[in-house]
């Protein structure tokens, strides 16, 4: 199994930055994609970021390109989220999610991963 921890979520001003952390621990080792999806209410999840473990591509929704900004750091074992130039749409919850090469396909859905965490939320004022 794999578990996973956001943190880092937290109430800003617009324009404000905050640094969303996912911790994950378990059996990794298969893990080849961990990516960002968030959740306002009465919307569904959509893609934030994503970053493949191994090659150390990211890609990032249109949404948020050159806004935030996805990265892993091995030795604490996080995937970190940094977003900038907050803005009042990006307020949701925000999700941790991690996947293995059995579920193919477009880092971006979320039907390509299979572990989430429990979610950090962020709200921009």
């Known amino acids: 199994e794999v578990q996973l921890v956001e943190s880092g979520g937290g109430s800003v001003q617009a324009g404000g930055s905050l640094k969303l952390s996912c911790t994950y621990s378990g059996y990794t080792s298969f893990i080849d994609c961990m990516g960002w999806f968030r959740q306002a209410p009465g919307q569904e999840r959509a893609a934030v970021a994503a970053?493949?473990?191994?090659?150390?591509?990211?890609y990032v929704a249109d949404s948020v390109k050159g806004r935030f900004t996805i990265s892993q750091d091995n030795a604490k074992n996080t995937v970190n989220l940094q977003t900038n130039s907050l803005k009042p749409e990006d307020t949701a919850m925000y999700y941790c999610a991690a996947t293995s090469p059995v579920k193919l396909g477009d880092p971006l859905n979320s039907r390509r991963y299979t572990y989430w965490g429990q979610g950090t939320q962020v709200t921009v004022s």
């Open positions: 970053h493949y473990t191994g090659t150390a591509t990211t």
